[in-house]
């Protein structure tokens, strides 16, 4: 389950900072940022799919999305800033709801075979946005820790093999643990859990 952000770990109330560390090297962690046949399998949160992606994967080029739930449509929207990989990966971020214009920044630090994500995003109109949306992000996180375990595992579990998602992760990560235990490749960690007041 996702946890909650600690108010006292922010810079300032108009930012959000969260660190991760992912079980992979920062090609592949930055890889699955970079194509919607990865983004609609893992980015949540939890409770939420992407009903539409639509990604011009280059440095001014656009991306939106929509975040759907039962009875709700979120739509978010963008444009890629600074695409460097593997290292950094920077887009703006506006809700269509109000129009506020964010800028989402993301380095990626490669440690013993393992990879450090810097996660930054800023401004927030207030408190109560920045830390809605750091529930949503680390749901988010959670769930691309997950597919990533699945991605990464081997060589034939890529995006054309996994089955498609239709209403959240969790088909993807489901299938994928239940093929996990048929392969003896050991269990899953961590679940997340979704409400209708946070969103990344």
């Given at each position: 389950m996702a946890t909650a952000i600690d108010p006292s770990s922010q810079p300032d109330d108009e930012t959000l900072v969260i660190e991760r560390i992912f079980d992979a090297p920062r090609a592949l962690v930055f890889r699955l940022w970079s194509s919607p046949e990865h983004i609609v399998r893992w980015w949540g949160p939890e409770g939420y799919h992407l009903s539409s992606c639509?990604?011009?994967?280059?440095?001014?080029?656009?991306?939106?999305?929509?975040?759907?739930?039962?009875?709700?449509?979120?739509?978010?929207?963008?444009?890629?800033?600074?695409?460097?990989?593997?290292?950094?990966?920077?887009?703006?971020?506006?809700?269509?709801?109000?129009?506020?214009?964010?800028?989402?920044?993301?380095?990626f630090t490669e440690q013993d075979g393992k990879t450090l994500m810097r996660f930054r995003q800023a401004p927030f109109m207030n408190v109560r946005e920045r830390d809605g949306h750091g529930w949503g992000w680390s749901s988010s996180f959670d769930l691309f820790s997950q597919y990533l375990r699945v991605h990464g595992n081997s060589g034939v579990w890529t995006s054309v093999t996994l089955p498609r998602r239709e209403d959240g992760a969790s088909i993807d990560i489901s299938s994928a643990r239940e093929r996990a235990r048929q392969e003896d490749a050991g269990p899953f960690v961590g679940e997340s859990n979704g409400n209708d007041t946070a969103r990344n």
């Open positions: 639509s990604m011009d994967f280059r440095e001014g080029g656009e991306w939106r999305f929509c975040m759907s739930r039962p009875e709700r449509n979120h739509w978010i929207h963008g444009v890629y800033r600074e695409i460097a990989p593997p290292g950094r990966l920077s887009f703006t971020y506006i809700n269509d709801a109000d129009g506020h214009e964010m800028l989402v920044t993301l380095d």
